[in-house]
Nanobody
Framework: QAQLVESGGGSVQPGGSLRLSCTGS????????VAWLRQARGKEREAVSC????????DYGESVKGRFAVSRNNAANTVYLHMDSLKPEDTAAYHC???????????????????WGEGTLVIVSS
């Protein structure tokens, strides 16, 4: 019954912005770190960001540093991913997932073992 639901995806032009939301149902996100990962066709799954349960520690993949920002509102049981200066290379299905912490975020092929959302599609094209 516990689940994560992503929203906010869509189609935007290069240079545009989107804000993705990850909302928990039947689970308190305040108890977990939440990671954002993306999967593009023909490419390996890429860890985008992670925010610790307390919200103060954040991690980002090198390709999105300076452009993406993760935040959370535990009262709303929601984690956000603000995406600016979007590039065609950002096109992917974006998933959020829970984890105990963000310790393993930087590891190759990072794959949270907690809850995963079904994803929301982001398409960046002219």
């Amino acid at each position: 019954q516990a689940q994560l639901v992503e929203s906010g995806g869509g189609s935007v032009q290069p240079g545009g912005s989107l804000r993705l939301s990850c909302t928990g149902s039947g689970v308190s996100l305040a108890d977990y770190a939440v990671a954002w990962l993306r999967q593009a066709r023909g490419k390996e799954r890429e860890a985008v960001s992670c925010v610790a349960s307390g919200g103060k520690r954040t991690d980002y993949g090198e390709s999105v540093k300076g452009r993406f920002a993760v935040s959370r509102n535990n009262a709303a049981n929601t984690v956000y991913l603000h995406m600016d200066s979007l590039k065609p290379e950002d096109t992917a299905a974006y998933h959020c997932a829970t984890d105990l912490d963000c310790t393993n975020f930087g590891s190759r092929s990072y794959r949270p073992m907690g809850l995963w959302g079904e994803g929301t599609l982001v398409i960046v094209s002219s």
